[in-house]
């Protein structure tokens, strides 16, 4: 048997489901280490098998998948869908060539493979597949842009990063990338298929970095493509959130405008569900973060959607697009450094004998500067700077006013005031 190895191929995303959406009843992360054609002879070719490294750990492969008493060491594809076999046998040399793993969705028990070639006792044919890095392989699949989607399982594209957010990183497919050229392509309205989850109109698409859009913008922030607004183009994705992800949230990306060809600067109004959360003026030819405010996000599936305001020929460039938990400001100074401090609202306080336990106290009162007795053991800050008993030189204020914190110790009748 002839095992060919594939070598100098380009890299997409690094989360890129393949296939059609299908019940995963069973997930395995494969490193490829061979694929064959078969026949092996100069006529067509009528299916192929992927060959799975031997496991090495209990870690994040934990060894062949076992079905029944099979255990699989091969995934095998036909070539009646011609753009299936095509798409995986691309992945699977991806994988190959830049070490990343494979996470095989396939259904348990399903052997009918074994006509044609893939045989029941060691090889199963997938229904759908994924790249993922070898460092990610513990995390599982998920997809849209739920947010905690891997841990409430609303998603069906993408990949869960380590804080268990879903990343859309489908910007980075079809890829712009052509052979060895340095200079990369760009396409309005790329297909919306299970690899890309977005919808783009006319006046959008995807665009490589150095490509005739982007030659004098930074490079993308993430892997090496964006997606772009024209005039009032438009770009959408679907979020589907369970009844645990519901609450508030916020919506980032970064965004830039165009540096080869501007009449005037594009606006961006972001929607869910044809509500508009705000509008973004990217200004410059570098990313910059932008988000919007907070906004309730109920169960179901919303509609997000991102649109071109400008009525010129102009162009806004966007990428890392994530929809994220809001989490309220710290509203007051202590918020995050102490729980329960005690509030005093007199400018001249005075503090009294603290004990000997710690202290936690805090005003919003505009204090001049304080004085405190008896701390030769025991240590006073306000808002985290350590001050001097004989007269403070007060830091700038925290959420509007000062925390004011004292060390355990002795004696029990240490005490500070202000003024």
């Known amino acids: 048997m002839i095992m060919k190895k594939i070598a100098n191929l380009m890299m997409p995303a690094l989360a890129t489901l393949v296939g059609l959406p299908a019940a995963h009843a069973a997930d395995y992360n494969c490193l490829p280490i061979a694929v064959q054609e078969f026949p092996t002879t100069q006529f067509a070719k009528t299916y192929m098998k992927v060959r799975c490294s031997a496991p090495t750990d209990n870690g994040t492969r934990g060894g062949f998948p ?23 046998f691309q992945v699977i040399q991806v994988a190959m060539n830049a070490g990343f793993m494979v996470r095989f ?28 890095r070898q460092q990610d392989a513990h995390l599982p699949l998920c997809g849209g842009m739920g947010l905690n989607c891997c841990e409430n399982a609303a998603c069906t594209v993408g990949l869960c990063d380590a804080r268990n957010v879903c990343t859309t990183n489908t910007f980075e497919w079809p890829d712009m990338r052509k052979d060895n050229n340095p200079v990369e392509l760009y396409l309005y309205t790329p297909p919306t298929t299970g690899r890309q989850p977005w919808a783009f109109d006319t006046g959008s698409g995807i665009s490589g970095n150095q490509s005739g859009l ?11 493509q964006v997606a772009f607004i024209q005039q009032a183009g438009s770009i959408s994705i679907t979020a589907k959130f369970p009844t645990s992800a519901s609450g508030m949230y916020k919506i980032s990306a970064y965004a830039s405008q165009r540096g080869n060809y501007t009449q005037t600067d594009q606006t961006i109004d972001i929607s869910v569900d044809g509500q508009s959360k705000g509008n973004w003026h990217p200004t410059g030819t570098s990313y910059t973060l932008m988000t919007t405010g907070q906004f309730t996000m109920t169960p179901g599936n919303h509609v997000i959607k991102f649109t ?45 004998s603290l004990t000997t336990n710690a202290v936690c106290r805090e005003t919003t009162i505009n204090l001049a500067s304080g004085n405190c007795s008896n701390m030769s053991s025991r240590t006073l800050t306000v808002n985290g700077k350590a001050m001097n008993c004989a007269g403070w030189t007060l830091p700038a204020k925290v959420n509007g006013g000062y925390c004011i914190q004292v060390t355990a110790g002795t004696p029990d009748y240490a005490s500070f005031a202000t003024w």
Request: glycine share 8%; net charge negative.
């Open 66 to 88: 076992t079905d029944g008493t099979n255990s699989i060491e091969y995934f095998g594809v036909q070539t009646t869908d011609k753009s299936f076999y095509n798409r995986v």
């Open 105 to 132: 969705s396939y259904t348990a028990g399903d052997t009918k493979g074994s006509s044609w070639g893939c045989d029941s006792n060691n090889c199963r044919t997938p229904t759908s597949m994924a790249l993922v």
């Open 214 to 224: 982007t030659d004098k913008n930074s490079n993308a922030p993430d892997y090496h």
């Open 308 to 352: 071109g305001l400008a009525t010129s020929d102009s162009m806004a460039f966007l990428d890392k697009v994530r929809l994220e938990p809001y989490i309220a400001p710290a509203s007051n100074p202590c918020a995050g450094v102490c729980s329960n401090p005690t509030v005093f609202t007199d400018l001249h306080y005075q503090s009294g």
